[in-house]
């Protein structure tokens, strides 16, 4: 399987975890509020402090975003590029957000596809302080309960990143169990997955939520992303037993390269490996 070097030392847990409650609910964001306010506020009125989003359309204007490039200095496996800011409004195509704080403050990790102004189709990782709602629309949450996705010095890849840990449940109203978690680089995207359900006695599971990135990728319709460096958000998620009884992810994705590339589909299993992380939450349905 691919497989990048990372600067630092493999962490011995390659899947962080933890089991919490959580509930889905949709929402309109309105217009006018930076996107991160606008979500805090939403999932503080469910009575949730974070979780995860996906959203299928959107307008935003403001809007500053990254790409994924190469790393200049050799501090970290790959990098991002310098900020964009198109002129006009920016229309989402699709979208994952995670929510949860850093720093002790409200920040979120949001990748995306969209269309600009000018009529270029993009996609990349979204600045929480430079975007801003400029219609409503609504979108699909998942509040978690019991647990807090927080961003914090990774020494592997030597960046900031989201992981969930354990919180003081806020007693929103929750409807089934949940597992917000981080997979590490290096490991395969649907295989950990199963092995994380099988591992936990989960045999059948939603994924909410899902940003992160890929080593390429290696699609079922036969397209292939050389680049290694993506940005990636999960489209649609379910993790079921197939046809030969055994645990299977089916994981619908979309993502942007270094190159500029887009590509969306269905993940081949076992093909897919983590480039620096992948957030999502694990609904547990049985």
Same mark, same amino acid.
Request: charged share 20%; glycine share 12%.
């Given at each position: 399987?691919?497989? $990048?070097?990372?600067?630092?030392?493999?962490?011995?847990?390659? $899947?962080? =975890?933890?089991?919490?409650? %959580?509930?889905?609910?949709?929402?309109?964001? &309105?217009? %006018?509020?930076?996107?991160?306010? +606008?979500?805090?506020?939403?999932?503080?009125?469910? !009575?949730? +402090?974070?979780?995860?989003?996906?959203?299928?359309?959107?307008?935003? #204007?403001?809007? *500053?975003?990254?790409?994924?490039?190469?790393? @200049?200095?050799?501090?970290?496996?790959?990098?991002?590029?310098?900020?964009?800011?198109?002129?006009?409004?920016?229309?989402?195509?699709?979208?994952?957000?995670?929510?949860?704080?850093?720093?002790?403050?409200?920040?979120?990790?949001?990748?995306?596809? =969209?269309?600009?102004?000018?009529? @270029? /189709?993009?996609?990349?990782?979204?600045?929480?302080?430079?975007?801003?709602?400029?219609?409503?629309?609504?979108?699909?949450?998942?509040?978690?309960?019991?647990?807090?996705?927080?961003?914090?010095?990774?020494?592997?890849?030597?960046? @900031?990143?989201? #992981? &969930?840990?354990? /919180?003081?449940?806020? !007693?929103?109203?929750?409807?089934?169990?949940?597992?917000?978690?981080?997979?590490?680089?290096?490991?395969?995207?649907? !295989?950990?997955?199963?092995?994380?359900?099988?591992?936990?006695?989960?045999?059948?599971? @939603?994924?909410?939520?899902?940003? *992160?990135?890929? $080593?390429?990728?290696?699609?079922?319709? %036969?397209?292939?992303?050389?680049?290694?460096?993506?940005?990636?958000?999960?489209?649609?998620?379910? $993790?079921?037993? #197939?046809?030969? *009884?055994?645990?299977?992810?089916?994981?619908?994705?979309?993502?942007?390269?270094?190159?500029?590339?887009?590509?969306?589909?269905?993940?081949?299993?076992?093909?897919?490996?983590?480039?620096?992380?992948?957030?999502?939450?694990?609904?547990?349905?049985?």
């Amino acid at each position: 399987m691919r497989s $990048i070097k990372q600067p630092g030392a493999a962490h011995a847990e390659r $899947i962080q =975890w933890v089991e919490a409650r %959580g509930r889905a609910f949709s929402f309109t964001l &309105p217009a %006018g509020l930076p996107l991160l306010e +606008a979500a805090r506020r939403a999932f503080a009125a469910e !009575g949730f +402090a974070g979780g995860v989003l996906n959203f299928r359309h959107g307008v935003l #204007g403001p809007f *500053g975003y990254v790409m994924p490039a190469l790393s @200049k200095t050799g501090e970290n496996a790959a990098f991002y590029s310098d900020t964009f800011r198109p002129r006009g409004v920016t229309r989402l195509r699709l979208g994952s957000m995670t929510l949860g704080t850093r720093d002790g403050a409200p920040f979120f990790h949001c990748h995306g596809l =969209w269309t600009e102004a000018d009529g @270029k /189709a993009s996609g990349g990782h979204m600045l929480p302080d430079e975007t801003v709602v400029a219609e409503p629309f609504e979108v699909e949450a998942f509040g978690i309960d019991g647990a807090m996705f927080t961003a914090e010095p990774d020494p592997e890849t030597n960046f @900031k990143l989201f #992981g &969930p840990v354990a /919180a003081e449940r806020t !007693g929103a109203r929750t409807t089934s169990r949940a597992y917000p978690l981080r997979l590490r680089p290096n490991q395969d995207f649907a !295989g950990s997955l199963e092995e994380f359900c099988r591992a936990h006695g989960v045999t059948r599971a @939603k994924i909410h939520g899902g940003v *992160g990135s890929t $080593i390429g990728a290696r699609f079922t319709h %036969g397209g292939v992303t050389e680049p290694f460096a993506t940005e990636l958000a999960v489209t649609a998620g379910l $993790i079921a037993l #197939g046809h030969s *009884g055994a645990l299977e992810a089916a994981l619908d994705v979309a993502l942007v390269d270094y190159t500029g590339g887009l590509a969306e589909g269905r993940l081949v299993r076992g093909d897919n490996p983590v480039l620096m992380t992948m957030e999502l939450v694990l609904e547990a349905l049985d």
